[in-house]
């Protein structure tokens, strides 16, 4: 079973469940693309980097050939996140790391594209739904999550993010995506 990115459901309110999630590591990308094609523009450099395309912690690449510790394969996680970008156009797609690794212990990846990033801890309030990986999809779920927390009386921070947890060839009636929008 793919591990999860962890969290703890705070309240359960109509529309939404407002969480906590703890501080995480990301292994991340940006791309200049629509939303529906930044996923698969930004997948093959997160993939590679999870695959091998990356160096141990502490591993210096003028060393002796022989004496280089070999790339380390990181198990695929779930969410992969798509965070639109102020400047339209423009995404943020990262894979959430193993809980087991942290900043000091995670592999450098190869390819400077892709970067690794600790997440602060952060408040989010996350509404699930079901269907197509669209921008259609995205910003009418995102709405009416602005819409629901706004309601409860809390404060939106800005834009919100796109959290996919099954490949691209289950069925789109089966998948299970979620929009979470960080609040105050």
């Known amino acids: 079973m793919t591990e999860q990115q962890p969290y703890q459901v705070l309240a359960v309110l109509p ?17 200049h693309s629509s939303l529906e094609a930044a996923g698969n523009t930004a997948f093959r450099y997160l993939f590679g980097y999870i ?5 141990p912690s502490g591993a210096n690449p003028s ?6 510790p ?3 394969k990181i198990p695929m996680t779930a969410p ?3 965070q639109p970008q102020p400047l ?3 995404y943020t797609v990262a894979f959430v790391l193993p809980e087991t690794l942290t900043p000091n212990a995670a592999p450098a990846p190869d390819d400077p594209a892709v970067m690794i990033v600790t997440m602060p ?3 989010g309030a996350a509404a699930s739904f079901s269907g197509r990986w669209t921008s259609r999809n995205y910003l009418d779920h995102a709405e009416a999550l602005g819409e629901a927390v706004e309601s409860a ?6 834009l919100p993010r796109f959290a996919l947890f099954d490949p691209p060839y289950k069925p789109w009636f089966l998948r299970r995506n979620e929009v979470v929008q960080a609040v105050e």
Do not use: C, I, W
């Open 80 to 82: 992969v996140v798509l």
């Open 70 to 72: 070999l790339p380390v």
């Open 51 to 55: 695959s091998g395309k990356n160096m």
């Open 153 to 158: 009386g809390l404060t939106l921070v800005g």
């Open 15 to 31: 529309g939404f469940e407002l969480r906590n999630y703890p501080a995480h590591l990301v292994a991340q990308v940006t791309v």
């Open 63 to 68: 060393q002796n050939p022989a004496d280089v």
């Open 88 to 90: 339209e156009g423009t």
């Open 121 to 123: 801890a952060s408040r």
